[in-house]
């Protein structure tokens, strides 16, 4: 993960690791439309590429996950309470997106173990799956939850919540915060 300096605010860098995301999804649903071709050789080299997508996402994506919920929530929280719209709604969706994520990794898993009596379809129906959820949620997050975070939280705070955010990573990544 690149070192980027501490004066980036909240929402900058939750929308970077957002592209970041959705990048990885363009690989990952091409790569598993791949994985249906019934050609020799497909099934072991787009399982390569496939891990490093989920490799990329359970570090990264756990991480921006606790991000929002150890940092950004409970800022948010104290403007428009814990219930309801949007941070139940949003900490519903981060736990269905882990369950997905888990789901799609024991697929490979079994698909790894045996490629030739597993079913591919199997794995590509779980990985659409999470990446049509990961993609509407982060089309959420983007277009309604962060304006309004936006909107009660200010520059300000913004920014020293970027500086808990980065450190919060940094500790992850083992680097001194």
């Known amino acids: 993960?690149?070192?980027?300096?501490?004066?980036?605010?909240?929402?900058?860098?939750?929308?970077?690791?957002?592209?970041?995301?959705?990048?990885?999804?363009?690989?990952?649903?091409?790569?598993?439309?791949?994985?249906?071709?019934?050609?020799?050789?497909?099934?072991?080299?787009?399982?390569?590429?496939?891990?490093?997508?989920?490799?990329?996402?359970?570090?990264?994506?756990?991480?921006?996950?606790?991000?929002?919920?150890?940092?950004?929530?409970?800022?948010?929280?104290?403007?428009?309470?814990?219930?309801?719209?949007?941070?139940?709604?949003?900490?519903?969706?981060?736990?269905a997106l882990r369950r997905g994520l888990r789901a799609f990794s024991s697929e490979l898993g079994i698909l790894g173990a045996d490629p030739e009596s597993a079913s591919p379809v199997e794995v590509f129906e779980v990985g659409y799956d999470l990446c049509g959820l990961l993609r509407h949620h982060i089309a959420k997050e983007d277009t309604c939850l962060f304006p309004m975070v936006a909107s009660h939280l200010g520059s300000t705070r913004l920014l020293a919540i970027g500086v808990e955010m980065r450190a919060m990573a940094w500790e992850a990544d083992g680097r001194p915060g």
């Open 1 to 95: 993960m690149e070192e980027k300096s501490p004066g980036v605010d909240a929402l900058e860098e939750l929308t970077e690791e957002h592209q970041a995301v959705l990048s990885r999804l363009n690989t990952l649903q091409w790569t598993l439309l791949r994985l249906l071709k019934d050609q020799p050789g497909v099934v072991p080299e787009a399982l390569n590429e496939i891990k490093a997508v989920v490799e990329f996402l359970e570090a990264e994506l756990w991480i921006h996950l606790r991000k929002e919920e150890e940092i950004l929530f409970p800022a948010l929280s104290a403007y428009l309470g814990q219930e309801g719209w949007p941070i139940e709604v949003l900490l519903l969706e981060h736990q």
